[in-house]
């Protein structure tokens, strides 16, 4: 018996470090993440006091019996529970190779994040594609280190980076082009994401055109919403991200470097989220003007 109390608490103050730690892993993975991350806490909290006290006070059959039955049930309620409420649909039945085009570091998780997280849970494979490193409006190094975690936290297949100047990705305009034609050659996506022209920022604008002369061939190109999209900004496309609203809010959180930006708020992410659901008849969506959308593709998604 003491060597199956020796286990438990073993088991518990590993379970209780992972839950404490893990939060990435509860709001990638469940709804109501940050709810089960505490009732994992208060849950394996109290068992691991009381399998403590059973092991130190050196309780009798009956309590020890009862405080097995206890540890047993509540973990494996814990489990039914976050199983439950894991993310993730029905697989695609043909998967999609889409390619997410973005400005700069955070673009992607504001954006279309929700969307993001949900196409690779679906099965499809994503990739993302960053033109600059945003120094002019923060640290570049960390920047481009918060677009990795982001990348990966949303499960991206891969980030391909470049640091075309910050503010002035007109001036780029050529080579810009020439970056995403050889990601289109090379990835072959089935549908790509992009920056709207009804967008106040002129990098955002910048890279609407590149992507549009890339892309001049391709059949299914979406423009998401940014923070600085124009009242023009006409969505006719929505992603229904409910199960994904917090993973979407983590993604941006993990941009460490530019949390101090209204846009970057909690509050105002589920705001914009919450208005496109509104218009979509959903709780949340995130929203998109098509450039051109072919029906089989849509389908698939």
């Known amino acids: 018996m003491v060597s199956i109390y020796v286990l438990m608490i073993v088991f518990l103050i590993t379970f209780l470090v992972a839950a404490a730690v893990g939060r990435s892993w509860f709001h990638r993975r469940l709804r109501r993440p940050e709810l089960l991350r505490q009732v ?33 049930g509540g973990l494996a309620a814990l489990g039914v ?74 499960g991206l297949t891969g980030m391909a980076h470049h640091n075309f100047t910050d503010t002035e990705l007109n001036r780029h305009s050529q080579e810009m082009v020439g970056v995403i034609e050889a990601a289109i050659a090379r990835y072959n996506p089935d549908i790509i994401l992009t920056h709207s022209n009804h967008d106040q920022h002129q990098d955002h604008q910048a890279v609407h055109q590149a992507t549009l002369r890339a892309a001049r061939q391709h059949h299914s190109i979406l423009c998401y919403e940014s923070p600085s999209a124009t009242r023009e900004f006409n969505p006719s496309v929505f992603v229904d991200i409910d199960d994904y609203m917090d993973a979407k809010v983590q993604a941006v959180k993990m941009h460490s470097d530019q949390l101090t930006k209204p ?30 959308l072919l029906n089989t593709e849509l389908e698939k998604l």
């Open 40 to 72: 994992s806490l208060g849950v394996g909290g109290t068992l691991l006091v009381t399998n403590l006290a059973c092991f130190l006070l050196e309780a009798t059959p009956f309590w020890r019996t009862a405080n097995f039955t206890a540890t047993v």
């Open 263 to 292: 846009y970057m708020t909690p509050e105002r992410v589920r705001g914009i989220a919450s208005f496109r659901g509104g218009q979509a008849r959903r709780r949340v969506a995130e929203a998109y003007e098509p450039i051109r």
């Open 81 to 154: 529970v976050m199983t439950a409420l894991r993310t993730g649909g029905v697989p695609a039945r043909q998967p999609r190779r889409v390619l997410a085009i973005g400005a700069h570091p955070d673009d992607l998780e504001l954006a279309c994040g929700g969307t993001l997280a949900k196409f690779v849970d679906s099965g499809h494979e994503v990739q993302g594609l960053v033109m600059s490193d945003g120094k002019r409006g923060g640290d570049a190094l960390e920047r481009s280190l918060d677009a990795q975690r982001g990348a990966a936290f949303m």
